[in-house]
């Protein structure tokens, strides 16, 4: 996946949340909001570069006939050529982070609209240079290559783009594939839109107020502790959604055919193929994790029924998946202490590690505090040459101390790569990229549990890492099973509708959740939760939340358990190091993990299930002592 296209996609991660009644961004603090300025000084600024690079564009065609010639040519070409991009990831960055302060403004959203279309314009305008090098001899570019030590940075994207010679079109082909990447991103654009300014969400009356049931309000209240307010919070949320499945489905449906389309115009047996061969990922990876999840839904199980058995329920719903296992901790987090507790979790990772974060906190990467209008979620993004950026909705629960801690691995990922690498290969694909996201939440889990001793902490704690391993492993391969059905569906010719969609959506969650079984009851209104998963707008993308995740628990237990020496921790710094440079799998082999075996697997389910028997020998302690009192 391209640095632009990770920039686009703006990392997601779905648990954080903005509170009811949010400030207007006015009201926040500048020392919780990001300093843009380090890349503009100001719009005018950033219009001012929209327009160089618009007539710069242009000019690359000068190049057009001569990367075949000599060293000279094919240095200039590239650098005029990855000039542009950073360009453009400049300029898109600033928009895109503008637009989500606030996305109910009109002039910020041109801003990023203005953006999309110069990425197209530059992929249309570049959509020879592929063609025109794979007509020549591979034997003469790497010739070429050797014999120019200017050449070195590029030797990476360039094998990269041989490889790419089956599926690669004529200059004349490019050019119109170039040209509809601008629809291929309208489906998404629409929903998002649709889902973060103009849907009307409704207002509800929840015991401890009136809240407008927005998605940041949704992801809040759908853990209250009450049942009522959680049935009220599911109905009145999903109930919205349901009133634009139509609209949504015909949306994600273009996403979709978009999806189809690349598939089809670059000769590829299915979407998934067309999708992961981005990154040099056997499909076989994909279908293994969908099979060992399938496999290990006993598992899955296993801790739905400890979480019954904990929140006392005589039947467990979909509507109480978000409830904690423990009612409450006392843990409560202002931004200050959330970095306090950070900089200490990672601390493994070595001072290097640690005093680039400290630096990064005190240097304007992070927009904390959630606000009206602002985007949901939160996400890490960045510019080669500036540094990472931080999107979060920081509310002081342990959630959102995790997301920082989440959000901040991409970032020193970010920081790492770009300190180490050269442009051409300073960007990271997101198969490796979580692995750096879900090892910090590991780290910060062990170090909150060595910090606590009481068991309500303690329950809380490692109940609140259960649930990541839920919604991580489980909850997002079931998304990618849900993908992988509606693109095999559309790769047949067959249309989606909303309302299909719904369907198979329900399908695929009874299933996992042991409907059938009486493990969890899943009602028809969450049908509709795929409208508000944005991720299904992007080509399988959702399965590296869980291939990561398994990836970094093993890493993490091997920097954790290391008692002599660092060749565990250099190992994993040397893999974020790399970037780009190597393809996925490789860089994680030589972190010592091998994703093509279901090793990696066994061990997650392995740290699960040793997990709910720490539980469950807290709750026989606990159940023992009650004993002994009566």
Request: overall charge neutral; some cysteine.
């Amino acid at each position: 996946m391209s640095r632009l296209a990770r920039a686009l996609l703006a990392v997601l991660a779905l648990s954080t949340a903005a509170p009811a009644a949010a400030k207007e961004r006015s009201e926040i603090p500048d020392k919780y909001k990001w300093d843009l300025g380090d890349l503009f000084p100001s719009d005018d600024a950033w219009k001012a570069a929209r327009d160089d690079l618009a007539k710069k564009i242009p000019a690359l065609a000068a190049h057009r006939g001569k990367l075949g010639g000599s060293a000279d040519d094919l240095v200039r070409a590239l650098e005029d050529v990855y000039g542009a991009r950073l360009a453009l990831e400049r300029l898109w960055v600033y928009a895109n982070s503008r637009s989500d302060e606030d996305t109910r403004v009109g002039p910020t959203r041109e801003m990023r609209q203005a953006a999309q279309q110069l990425a197209v314009e530059l992929d249309s305008a570049g959509s020879w240079i592929r063609p025109e090098l794979l007509s020549l001899d591979p034997a003469k570019i790497r010739a070429t290559v050797r014999s120019d030590p200017r050449l070195a940075k590029y030797a990476f994207p360039l094998e990269d783009i041989l490889r790419w010679k089956p599926h690669t079109l004529g200059a004349g082909e490019e050019k119109v594939v170039a040209e509809a990447g601008a629809m291929a991103r309208a489906g998404g654009s629409i929903s998002g839109i649709l889902r973060d300014a103009d849907l009307p969400w409704p207002t509800v009356k929840l015991s401890t107020g009136e809240v407008r049931l927005d998605a940041s309000a949704y992801g809040l209240h759908r853990a209250s502790p009450v049942k009522a307010d959680r049935d009220l919070v599911f109905d009145s949320f999903f109930g919205a959604l349901k009133g634009y499945e139509r609209t949504l489905g015909a949306a994600l449906y273009a996403s979709v055919r978009s999806h189809v389309f690349e598939r089809n115009v670059r000769g590829f047996g299915s979407s998934l193929e067309s999708s992961l061969f981005r990154n040099a990922i056997p499909t076989t990876v994909y279908t293994q994790l969908l099979a060992d999840v399938r496999q290990s839904l006993p598992t899955l199980h296993r801790y739905l029924a400890l979480k019954k058995r904990m929140l006392g329920l005589e039947k467990l719903r979909y509507q109480d998946l978000y409830v904690p296992l423990v009612p409450s901790a006392d843990l409560e987090f202002d931004p200050e202490k959330a970095r306090a507790l950070t900089l200490a979790a990672v601390k493994p990772l070595g001072k290097t590690y640690v005093d680039g974060l400290a630096h990064g906190f005190e240097a304007g990467w992070t927009d904390y505090l959630p606000s009206t209008g602002k985007r949901s979620g939160a996400y890490s993004t960045g510019v080669y040459g500036v540094h990472p950026y931080q999107l979060l909705n920081f509310n002081g629960r342990y959630d959102d101390l995790s997301t920082l801690a989440h959000e901040v691995g991409h970032s020193m990922h970010t920081w790492l790569s770009y300190g180490a690498q050269p442009y051409p290969t300073s960007d990271y694909p997101i198969f490796v990229a979580e692995v750096a996201s879900t090892l910090n939440e590991n780290l910060l889990l062990h170090h909150m549990l060595g910090q606590v001793k009481d068991d309500a902490t303690r329950l809380f704690l490692l109940g609140s890492h259960l649930e990541g391993m839920r919604t991580t492993l489980f909850r997002q391969t079931q998304f990618a099973d849900f993908e992988l059905r509606m693109h095999e569906l559309a790769d047949r010719g067959e249309t989606l509708t909303g309302e299909k969609l719904s369907k198979l959506y329900l399908d695929i969650t009874r299933e996992y959740y042991g409907h059938d079984k009486g493990v969890c009851e899943v009602p028809d209104v969450i049908a509709i939760e795929w409208a508000f998963i944005p991720h299904f707008h992007y080509d399988f993308y959702v399965y590296q939340y869980a291939t990561s995740l398994v990836a970094s628990t093993t890493i993490a237990r091997g920097i954790r358990e290391e008692k002599k020496g660092t060749k565990a921790r250099d190992a994993y710094l040397d893999m974020l190091r790399a970037g780009g440079s190597e393809y996925p799998l490789d860089l994680l082999k030589k972190a010592g993990v091998d994703m093509t075996t279901p090793k990696p697997f066994a061990a997650a389910m392995a740290e699960m299930n040793a997990i709910m028997d720490q539980i469950e020998a807290i709750l026989a302690r606990q159940e023992k002592a009650k004993g002994k009192k009566k």
